[in-house]
């Protein structure tokens, strides 16, 4: 038999203060029968059924448990998810409220919220890419990432969707993994779709032939917004504003070839909690198998045995002073 608990500091309070009340009646009940001259032998007689019951709830309280030594195989199922998001400077146009990068970086903590039982990783792009984060389960760090997230951690020369998922296929990949658990890896690209790279059809192509789902977020709108950087309003060469806009259909083109889907945040739709249904939907691989020792929470009977008892204390009276 073992304790889930140990006796601690409020344990030895509440024995504290049982003792102390229970002494303190004692005391004024065979004060009074003195005074009355009165027999007061059975106040004692409850004495032993109350120290029991007490004692009962307190061992309760603590958690015997039993069945030490009996192992039961846990098995750890989940996906990995390498998110790629787009840090270009166009991420700061306010088409969408407050800008398209808050609302991203709002909808991604969510997401993590949504995937507890899976590895999360993160990679930051524009015209090159870097890892925020490996593969992980700590959401407390993802969390952390996603926020200190801006479009100043990155070189704003163009997007190019090439170097995040060539990154990410490196990270999901491993020579120990079987081919049909591969479908249990997904790698989401969120961007407005503007693509300058040129190597982005290459790395299609293996995110392809490794089996890999491949889904797109766009995140804008059609009629596009101005662009502020550092020194204010964002303008070309001629002088003129920039004007950013949703390029919906390279992210769509993108998710088709990969047999991924397209998901869209815009001034018309959210699709986020559709895109993380469908994550949910993917299978997951068998990631880890364990051998615990198990045991058997042994409180309830014994607190049942309390209780009676206690039943039993009140449904009984027992004169204490003979008058």
């Given at each position: 038999m073992t304790f889930i608990r140990t006796?601690?500091?409020?344990?030895?309070?509440?024995?504290?203060?049982?003792?102390?009340?229970?002494?303190?009646?004692?005391?004024?009940?065979?004060?009074?029968?003195g005074a009355l001259r009165s027999?007061?032998?059975g106040v004692f007689y409850k004495l032993p059924l109350r120290i029991l019951y007490f004692g009962l709830i307190l061992?309760?309280?603590?958690?015997?448990?039993?069945?030490?030594g009996h192992k039961e195989e846990v098995k750890s199922i989940g996906k990995d998810i390498f998110v790629c998001i787009d840090l270009s400077l166009s991420m700061n146009a306010n088409d969408i409220a407050p800008t398209r990068l808050e609302k991203v970086k709002y909808e991604l903590k969510n997401m993590v919220k949504a995937?507890?039982?899976?590895?999360?990783?993160?990679?930051?792009f524009?015209?090159?890419?870097?890892?925020?984060?490996?593969?992980?389960?700590?959401?407390s760090i993802l969390f952390n990432l996603i926020e200190s997230m801006n479009t100043q951690l990155v070189p704003n020369a163009g997007t190019d969707f090439g170097p995040p998922l060539q990154m990410a296929l490196k990270g999901l990949s491993d020579e120990n993994i079987p081919t049909n658990q591969m479908k249990s890896k997904v790698v989401l690209l969120i961007s407005d779709g503007e693509d300058f790279g040129e190597n982005t059809d290459n790395a299609i192509e293996k995110i392809q032939k490794a089996g890999i789902k491949l889904f797109t977020l766009g995140v804008g709108t059609k009629?596009?917004?101005?662009?502020?950087?550092?020194?204010?309003?964002?303008r070309d060469r001629n002088g003129q504003e920039v004007i950013t806009k949703l390029d919906a259909r390279s992210l769509k083109d993108l998710a088709a070839k990969t047999r991924g889907k397209y998901f869209e945040i815009s001034d018309k739709s959210n699709d986020m909690n559709r895109l993380i249904?469908?994550?949910?939907?993917?299978?997951?691989?068998?990631?880890?198998?364990?051998?615990?020792?198990?045991?058997?929470?042994?409180?309830f009977p014994v607190l049942m045995i309390a209780l009676f008892l206690l039943c039993i204390d009140v449904a009984t009276n027992v004169r204490t002073v003979k008058i």
């Open positions: 006796l601690e500091t409020v344990d030895w309070v509440l024995i504290l203060l049982f003792s102390v009340f229970y002494l303190t009646y004692l005391i004024r009940i065979t004060r009074i029968a027999p007061y032998s061992f309760a309280f603590l958690g015997p448990t039993s069945g030490i995937f507890g039982s899976d590895r999360i990783g993160l990679i930051i524009s015209s090159e890419a870097y890892s925020q984060s490996p593969l992980t389960f700590d959401q009629r596009g917004s101005t662009i502020r950087d550092g020194r204010g309003i964002k249904n469908t994550i949910k939907g993917i299978k997951g691989e068998l990631k880890d198998t364990r051998l615990l020792d198990t045991s058997s929470n042994r409180y």
